[in-house]
């Protein structure tokens, strides 16, 4: 899933400054892949280049809120309900994300990611390579178990209560020496 979306997503909560947006989206998507602060920033100011986002003001401490523009609600809400691709990892950080935010979107998605990971019809399960012979079988039937622990995951979601944007300021940078490694 892309930054850029998973930002919109969550700034449909309302403003948000970029370190908060950074830890939400950590917090939201249980990311496989670390996310760097640094991104967040740039794909903010690139958002806010594209007209999807704008500045809110600021907080008591003058950190700069950004708050969605209406094409930014329209793309969030695309990218909540409509699944491009049937790819595991994006799935499970788009349904994730979609989860924690209100509203029926998790529906719509779950039931446009069944569709994309449905069997297709008339799709044969035979080997027609007969050169690619074990190694296109072994594929074949990888894709099979895939596709069928997507639809299971689908069918067993929990349901998750969907909360707020978090108000309490999030410590940034490392933790002190003694925190981490308490005296003997």
Not at 19 to 40: F, I, K, S, W
Not at 119 to 141: F, I, K, L
């Amino acid at each position: 899933m892309t930054l850029r979306h998973s930002l919109l997503a969550v700034l449909t909560l309302g403003p948000a400054y970029g370190y908060q947006l950074h830890a939400e989206v950590v917090e939201r998507t249980r990311r496989d892949a670390p996310l760097n602060v640094g991104q967040v920033y740039s794909t903010l100011d690139r958002l806010r280049r594209d007209g999807l986002i704008e500045d809110a003001g600021s907080t008591p401490d003058n950190l700069p809120l950004y708050a969605l523009t209406d094409a930014g609600a329209i793309e969030a809400r695309m990218h909540l309900t409509e699944p491009d691709l049937a790819d595991w990892h994006e799935m499970v950080e788009r349904v994730l994300l979609a989860l924690s935010l209100p509203g029926d979107h998790v529906d719509v998605l779950v039931r446009n990611y069944r569709r994309l990971w449905a069997p297709r019809r008339g799709a044969s399960d035979e080997v027609t390579d007969p050169t690619g012979g074990a190694a296109q079988a072994a594929a074949q039937h990888a894709a099979r178990l895939l596709q069928a622990s997507a639809l299971a995951w689908l069918d067993s979601l929990p349901e998750v209560e969907p909360w707020a944007l978090r108000t309490d300021r999030r410590r940034r940078g490392r933790r002190a020496a003694e925190a981490v490694h308490p005296p003997a």
